[in-house]
């Protein structure tokens, strides 16, 4: 980065140059560093999550395994899911919109710097806190360790009396803290589409990307904001004896499930819509044609945003709602399901009449459709409350979420940061290291995640440390544990790409997909400052506009 | 024709305005803290009468009059010191934002003295039952934000007796008295629950 | 059609439904969701199946679209550098993979809501068999209240013939934190919730043993929590229930254990029926020799698995809240020999 722009830092006296890279990082407000930042240290918890998950799988392979004890195992799962969510999902969006937004819509920064950088740090704060639990929660008792009651924490398992030491509060305070760095983005990227948007950027020729974007902050505005009450409410119970979920005082233990799930339901849409952002760019472009149905993609994210927020308690159709709450929860879930497949319609529509590339952007793209379609597929099977009577918190549940995170966000991901990386760091990545990348990756995720369906069907619960022999469960985690080996290496090509390609990468130059966006228009990496002059523009493909005069988007809007 | 003019196109509509970025990042903020409010507001409804012991809020709760019309009032003191801004009478807006400032501390210390009262004499605490529960947290929290405003408004005050505060700042004092109101709307809602629907 | 046609029919579909994977099929040991043996599973499990085949179906169609685009559309070497058509939408098009969607999703309100009534809903009848469950960690309290038994994880229940309807009643509570009780080839699984009553029933159609564990993480040892529901033809349910209300047997040559049982702080936790044993935060003893096995399923109920559990509980399950008693191997011997007579 540092030798292709401007040097507006000043040299701090005669300190090494990491220093002064370092502390240039730790001051920054430009939204392009910090989005790198965001997704970098994603990246990282991202690889020690992995981790966690491997040694639980290694652990679950066989029948009666002592590889790790129970009490460590539930730590695993925990801090795997929670880092997961927290401390990879949430980062890697906000970094993603932090870079992207901006240049999309032809500004110089965000609307608030400052706070950009406050968002950062509330973030990575929290996330250093969380992981500090292994060292610190025992504290004086000696009880406790890192958090393990799982990444919902259900009460009353987290009340002082079932949940000793400090390892719960850790989950608490450290979410506390990067949620508000997770609201304060969302207020900023909202903020900066509407406030900063260039010249004749109306809200219809805004990037999809940058519709998606508000979107998802819009839904994290909503549902963030819950999570934050009851984790003040458990807070509150755990330290000053109040009876928010004490059930000997007559509180509801439900009511942390309800209060939970109302974020936690918006919670993974506000995860995966970014990824639906990415598709809605890069499929266009690599099929040489506008997204089909642009006014119905924006509709439709608004209503899956909307319904979204209705549709929490299907992941309590088990604690014994009355039949009406199961029927409207069901329906709700349903409903949800609809604006979704139109997107994956609309992104098959695109590809249809198209001229298809398969560089890496565009094979995480069809992984991605592949993989959500089933995703959503078996989401809907969980929406038929007695059917999820049976699969709920069983490995169905661990399979249907990790195809929609794993396969779904993470391969949007993927595919976003193989398009976007030349952009922001001038090279490109490798194309076969990346093709590598995709297929170890795709057949390590389908050798783990596909037989835990069948795991679920012959009745194996989630959460549990070990199993015993001849129920039928053998053969299936034997697989799920081997993919992780594909998994792994996978992950290993994609790191030395990044790394690799970041000096010895091929130029890429200001366009090397021939894309339409306005980040396109600008030099990779940008300066500091984005754009020489800021642009103005009469469509939503402006540089299809410039390339194509006689034939330009302007003409059908 | 170079790409900057290429990216230049005459643009439709001709004038280019955009909300303030102030006005947006202010709404957002007040729609993240109703949802805040909401699930608390939630909790202390879901919770009416089920007590398993005393004290209960017929006994002890007492209608806080006299601090909801100081509150509510505020809102029309910092909206006359808007204006008074906006027709750069320094007199009238040091006279109204002061009153504010004095109605709001008026507020947080009869909240203060209610709390007292109710902690000393029949000794509701935050885990005495379920109402100490949602009552001192649902009011805490309300409160908690009536401290942020005051510090926002009594920093203004100060700013502005320094001659920090220009007429181009008039957008701010807007956004810092629509936060003032969003704390007044609150409350609202917050006595029909406690003092009305939960007694 | 016959009933075995129709079982055969089931196997073969949970066979290709597990993709012809290879497990021991040892009936009852492998409790496939697709093998219901008890009404409300059976009602279940005809909506899963109705929900499979419309998954199944959207997914080929949308397969083969994908793979029909990526095969005809790709860019082929020989292409010019043109850009194809550029087509912004059609809204003729979006107005019928919306209409038919919704469709869909309608039939499936349909039958799911049609299957809550079914499950939820049912009228439980008066004689229904009533029992009460409390979820405790990391074991199963099993309490029937007409009948005046208290056990402990193993639910023994009456098979229900078909002329002779017999449907069990539970009643879900719990001591500590929510558990779940889960019995997959009886039932969807209802959870135990704290300070909340929660009611499932279950119909089993054949006598057997059938597995099931707790189905919500509820600490160290929930993996360990495992469920044995025991279908019993009624006769032999009468018996069960006969021997089980008889008080613990006396057996004289068991007194030194028997003392060394009520002098120690085992009583303070365990019940023994007839004795001053009336400790409720542990399984009732009274009649722990009748049981399959040790701990809810941690370890096969042998003479030499007892003595190793009473030995050092936490070894054969890491975390569950008997202690170790640090009791001598004397007596260890004495008090093997005296529960080995609760029969």
């Known amino acids: 980065m540092a030798a292709r722009e401007i040097a507006l830092t000043p040299r701090i006296g005669r300190l090494p140059a990491v220093a002064i890279r370092l502390h240039d990082l730790v001051v920054t407000t430009d939204h392009k560093k910090l989005g790198l930042m965001y997704i970098g240290a994603g990246l990282v918890f991202f690889v020690i999550a992995g981790s966690l998950a491997s040694v639980m799988r290694l652990q679950l392979a066989a029948p009666n395994n002592g590889a790790v004890s129970p009490q460590v195992f539930n730590r695993l799962f925990t801090m795997h899911g929670t880092t997961m969510v927290f401390l990879v999902g949430m980062p890697i969006i906000a970094g993603m919109m932090n870079y992207l937004v901006p240049l999309m819509i032809g500004a110089r920064d965000m609307a608030f710097p400052r706070l950009n950088a406050f968002g950062f740090w509330m973030f990575f704060f929290g996330g250093l806190l969380l992981y500090l639990s292994y060292l610190a929660a025992p504290g004086i008792t000696g009880a406790g360790s890192a958090p393990d009651v799982g990444w919902f924490a259900y009460s009353p398992l987290t009340a002082r009396a079932f949940s000793r030491g400090h390892s719960t509060d850790y989950w608490t305070l450290s979410l506390l803290l990067s949620g508000v760095g997770s609201i304060v983005s969302a207020i900023n990227v909202i903020a900066t589409a509407v406030s900063l948007r260039c010249k004749g950027m109306t809200m219809m020729r805004l990037p999809l990307f940058v519709w998606l974007s508000i979107v998802t902050s819009f839904m994290i505005l909503l549902a963030l904001s819950p999570l934050s009450a009851a984790q003040v409410m458990l807070l509150l119970d755990r330290f000053l004896g109040a009876r928010f979920f004490d059930t000997q005082a007559g509180g509801s233990a439900v009511l942390w499930q309800h209060f939970f799930w109302i974020f936690g339901h918006p919670e993974v849409y506000i995860l995966i819509i970014p990824a639906f952002a990415c598709l809605s760019e890069i499929v266009p472009v690599f099929s040489r044609k506008p997204i089909f149905g642009y006014p119905i993609m924006v509709a439709a994210a608004v209503m899956i945003a909307f319904i979204s927020l209705g549709v929490w308690a299907h992941h309590m159709f088990t604690i014994g709602m009355t039949s009406m709450g199961n029927i409207f929860f069901a329906t709700s879930t349903f409903l949800v399901a609809v604006p979704t497949g139109i997107k994956i319609f609309n992104w098959l529509a695109t590809m249809y009449g198209g001229k298809l590339r398969f560089e890496p952007p565009m094979l995480f793209c069809i992984g991605f459709l592949f993989q959500f379609l089933i995703a959503g597929l078996t989401g809907v099977m969980l929406g038929v409350a007695p059917f999820d009577w049976q699969l709920h918190d069983s490995y169905f549940v661990v399979a249907h979420f990790h195809y929609t995170l794993v396969g779904g966000f993470l391969f949007g991901i993927f595919a976003g940061i193989y398009y976007w990386y030349p952009k922001a760091v001038g090279r490109m990545l490798d194309r076969r290291l990346g093709i590598w990348h995709f297929w170890l990756f795709a057949i390590g995720f389908h050798l783990t995640f596909d037989p835990q369906h069948f795991a679920g069907f012959l009745g194996m619960p989630r959460r549990i440390y070990t199993y015993e022999e001849g129920r039928g469960w053998e053969v299936y985690n034997m697989i799920s544990s081997v993919g992780v080996i594909a998994q792994v290496a996978g992950i290993m090509c994609f790191v030395v790409n990044l790394v690799r390609s970041y000096w010895k990468g091929e130029p890429a130059g200001e366009d090397p997909w021939d894309a339409w966006t306005l980040e396109w228009a600008t030099t990779s990496p940008p300066p500091e400052y984005n754009f020489e002059t800021l642009p103005a523009v009469r469509s939503s493909r402006p540089l299809w506009d410039l390339k194509h005069p006689e034939d330009p988007d302007w003409k059908y809007e | 024709m170079t790409k900057a003019d290429a990216l230049n196109p005459p643009v439709e509509p001709d004038d280019w305005r955009l909300p303030s970025r102030g006005v947006v990042a202010v709404v957002c903020l007040i729609v993240t803290e109703t949802a805040l409010f909401a699930i608390f507001v939630v909790a202390y409804l879901y919770y009416i009468g089920k007590s398993l012991g005393g004290p209960y809020p017929s006994e002890v709760l007492e209608t806080p009059v006299i601090a909801t019309i100081c509150l509510l009032s505020s809102s029309l003191t910092i909206i006359l010191a808007e204006r008074a801004f906006e027709r750069a009478n320094a007199g009238g807006f040091r006279l109204w934002w002061a009153g504010t400032i004095v109605l709001g501390a008026v507020f947080l210390a009869l909240t203060a003295m209610e709390w007292f009262r109710l902690l000393t004499g029949p000794r509701l605490t935050i885990s005495a039952n379920l109402f100490g529960t949602t009552f001192y947290s649902l009011v805490g929290l309300h409160a908690s934000h009536v401290i942020v405003g005051l510090t926002l408004l009594t920093l203004t005050m100060i700013l502005f007796l320094l001659r920090r505060v220009r007429p181009a700042h008039g957008e701010r004092i807007k956004l810092i008295s629509w936060y003032w109101h969003f704390v007044d709307a609150v409350w609202v809602v917050v006595f029909t629950v406690v003092y009305v629907i939960g007694r | 059609m016959s009933p075995r046609i129709l079982l055969y029919g089931k196997r073969a579909l949970t066979h290709a439904l597990l993709a012809g994977a290879v497990y021991a099929v040892a009936t009852d040991q492998v409790t496939s969701i697709f093998e219901p043996l008890s009404t409300p599973a059976d009602s279940v499990y005809r909506a899963a199946l109705l929900a499979l085949a419309v998954c199944a179906a959207i997914f080929v169609t949308v397969v083969i679209l994908l793979i029909n685009a990526i095969v005809r559309y790709r860019h082929r070497p020989g292409d010019d550098a043109s850009e194809p058509p550029q087509i912004y939408g059609s809204n003729q098009i979006e107005l019928a993979w919306t209409v038919l969607p919704i469709l869909i999703v309608v039939v499936l309100i349909l039958v799911t809501a049609r299957t809550i009534a079914d499950v939820e809903d049912y009228p439980q009848p008066p004689d229904a068999l009533k029992v009460t469950v409390v979820g405790r960690q990391w074991w199963w309290e099993f309490r029937y209240p007409d009948l ?91 018996n069960w229930v006969e021997s089980q209300r008889r008080p613990a047997a006396e057996d004289p040559q068991a007194s030194a254990g028997r003392a060394i049982f009520f002098s120690t702080s085992c009583v303070n936790c365990h019940a023994i029926q007839g004795t001053s044993a009336k400790g409720t935060f542990g399984p009732d003893l009274t009649h722990l020799m009748s049981r399959q096995t040790l701990g809810s399923g941690a370890a096969p109920n042998t003479p030499e698995k007892l003595r190793a559990w009473v030995r050092n509980p936490q070894a054969i399950k890491e975390g569950c809240l008997m202690p170790d008693m640090q009791l001598s191997d004397q007596e260890l011997d004495q008090i093997s020999a005296y529960l080995l007579t609760l029969k």
């Not at chain 3, 017999?166 to 969807?188: N, Y």
């Open chain 3, 148 to 238: 005046g038994i208290i056990t402990a994880n193993e639910l023994h229940v009456p098979v229900s013939e078909s002329g002779r309807r017999q449907i069990t009643s539970l009643t879900l509570e719990s001591a500590d934190v929510i558990h779940s009780f889960w019995a997959p080839q009886l039932a969807g699984k209802t959870d135990l919730i704290p300070n909340r009553v929660n009611r499932m029933w279950i119909e089993p159609k054949q006598a057997g043993t059938y597995l099931g564990n707790c189905a919500e993480y509820c600490g160290t040892q929930h993996a360990k929590m495992r469920l044995r529901v025991i279908a019993h033809p009624p006769e032999e349910f009468a």
